[in-house]
């Protein structure tokens, strides 16, 4: 069993960590957007339907075609060589690591196949009860089969043609997905931590309001607190800036190439806020709050971002200069300021640093 | 014996080794050649790992392109600069080599012994020196029952007691196995007596004594 653990721990893990951005994206949209009851009806008409059935196969299809390619590519890689001993294992072994690692790569596929297999009972589709349980079947064994012939063969080292070069200069990680990428690779539990305790926040301070006893500034106290949350991740995301990519910012690139590059890791980050924002926010408050509110956090987590070109976070008095920013803007709430006016001071700051200030120092 | 017949092997359109007919018997044979001469290529096609022209065989019997797994049970390969995953500790690689290659377990503790690695080798390979990690793929190279070891700058980075017990289990070894060493050293700076010495020059392989 240790081996089937190596196995699992260097090729199935490490396929949902480097795809994790996308299964984050698919939790936030199976279970921020949908509701349990839309779960199940969408598992009742795939249950019931030949037809819908077949579309969730080809989509189920793509994925495992995606962690077939991995795989191929894990086996091959230089760290690696030294999975190709499998083939040394009796067939009966071989069959058993390489199947329960594909069961753990098609873990969604499974679990979702499973969902939707109980409703095929319920309503007696025996011909589509059928038909999925082939599909898992032949999608667990099929891969299998064809790891074994590819490790029993050496490694191939055709050059990739253009076609195969233009499809990964397209599928690329481009500039602007770098940092969040990065983050969601080498700190996703804090990533996690930070989405979940701030999406709370923000629940909580949606679901709390009364706009008969509370006015606008309820909103924005919520949204300063929840963007003040993030402080962490956006310290992440400069670090990576500075200590990973300094060449980039110091690239004599046009100052707009640089912002969009720097800006989009941030709204990437408070996207999830974004969402949770729009679906909870009460139907009574106008649709005018909830822009400038959008505006007013992205600000805040610009501007924080933007603060750790000029201050260091590492410096004794830090945890007290966003103390005293975060009060600051409290009070400017509290007291009435509108918050798409601080959201223009918060802009000019951010982008005066981003024009003047960003160069990193490489000594 | 291992042997080699029309050996060709090109990257896209260019041409980087050629062998006519060559073959390696039991002992120690010295490969070497200057920087992308063709060394790693040919070590990495003799394991079965690159595909090429031509016929590779293990006394004349067990083809690389006919019997690739029978094949590939015999030959071992240590790489020049090797590289493991980093959250795996030399154990897990061990223990998963040796129970493919089918070696007893008391040839990984010996060879753990033999090539000092007691201290780290229930670490991660994260923590690993340069010298460690070609500690690591010498055990891996020397597990089961090979007829050929091919050890590609097996003397970079490991210190002198390791150095000394490397040549050892060498010359230990070399009745029953055929050694490929590559090494940038001259064999006089080596403790190991060599059968053959054979240097790549212009695409060839080249006999040198």
């Given amino acids: 069993m240790r081996h089937v653990s190596i196995l699992l721990q260097t090729v199935a893990k490490q396929f949902y960590i480097q795809n994790s951005g996308f299964f984050l994206l698919l939790l936030f949209f199976g279970i921020g957007f949908l509701s349990g009851k839309e779960h199940v009806a969408i598992a009742s008409s795939v249950a019931q339907s030949p037809m819908l059935l077949l579309y969730t196969m080809i989509g189920w299809s793509i994925y495992l075609w995606a962690t077939f390619r991995f795989s191929l590519e894990a086996f091959s890689s230089k760290e690696n060589l030294w999975i190709r001993n499998v083939i040394f294992y009796s067939s009966r072994e071989q069959w058993n690591i390489l199947l329960t690692m594909q069961a753990a790569l098609s873990a969604p596929i499974i679990a979702y196949g499973a969902f939707t297999g109980i409703f095929m009972f319920k309503y007696h589709n025996w011909i589509n009860l ?5 599909y898992i079947c032949i999608g667990s064994v099929l891969p299998v089969y064809l790891y074994r012939k590819h490790l029993a063969q050496p490694i191939s080292n055709t050059r990739p043609n253009r076609l195969k070069t233009a499809i990964n200069k397209w599928i690329a990680t481009p500039a602007w997905l770098w940092p969040l990428s990065n983050l969601l690779h080498t700190r996703l539990w804090l990533y996690l931590a930070t989405k979940a305790l701030s999406i709370a926040v923000l629940i909580a301070f949606q679901v709390i309001d009364d706009i008969q006893v509370y006015d606008w500034r309820w909103q924005a106290i919520g949204m300063l607190l929840v963007s003040m949350a993030n402080i962490t991740l956006i310290l992440e995301l400069f670090k990576f800036h500075k200590q990973s990519v300094p060449w980039m910012i110091n690239m004599p690139l046009s100052g707009i190439k640089r912002v969009i590059i720097q800006w989009s890791g941030i709204l990437l980050l408070m996207l999830p806020e974004i969402w949770v924002l729009i679906r909870y926010f009460p139907s009574e408050r106008s649709a005018e709050l909830l822009l400038s509110l959008i505006i007013y956090g992205l600000c805040i987590g ?23 920013f975060f009060i600051s803007l409290f009070l400017l709430s509290l007291f009435g300021v509108p918050v798409i006016l601080t959201s223009l001071l918060l802009f000019a700051f951010t982008f005066t640093v981003h024009i003047l200030y960003y160069r990193v120092n490489l000594d | 014996m291992l042997s080699i017949s029309d050996y060709s092997k090109s990257y896209g359109h260019e041409p980087v080794l050629n062998i006519r007919k060559q073959h390696f018997r039991n002992g120690c044979h010295l490969i070497q050649g200057s920087n992308g001469s063709g060394k790693t290529t040919l070590f990495k096609s003799i394991a079965g790992l690159l595909k090429f022209d031509g016929e590779i065989a293990l006394d004349e019997k067990l083809s690389v392109k006919h019997n690739p797994v029978k094949y590939r049970l015999h030959v071992n390969y240590c790489e020049a600069e090797p590289v493991f995953p980093p959250f795996l500790t030399a154990h897990d690689l061990a223990s998963f080599v040796a129970t493919a290659k089918k070696a007893p377990r008391k040839q990984i503790e010996d060879l753990i012994d033999t090539l000092n690695m007691g ?15 070609k500690k690591t793929s010498l055990l891996l190279g020397f597990l089961g029952q090979p007829r050929v070891i091919l050890l590609d700058e097996p003397f970079t980075t490991i210190d002198a007691d390791t150095l000394k017990s490397l040549s050892e289990l060498i010359t230990y070894n070399e009745k029953e196995c055929t050694f490929l060493v590559s090494t940038h050293q001259t064999p006089d700076q080596l403790p190991l007596i060599f059968r053959g010495t054979y240097y790549i020059e212009n695409n060839a392989l080249c006999s040198g004594s």
């Fill in chain 1, 302 to 324: 610009l501007s924080l971002f933007a603060s750790f070109f000029i201050f260091s976070s590492e410096a004794e008095d830090a945890l007290k200069k966003y103390f005293y």
């Fill in chain 2, 119 to 133: 201290s780290f080798i229930h670490q991660p390979v994260k923590t690993y020196s340069s010298g460690m990690l």
């Fill in chain 1, 130 to 134: 059928g038909t999925l349980l082939s």
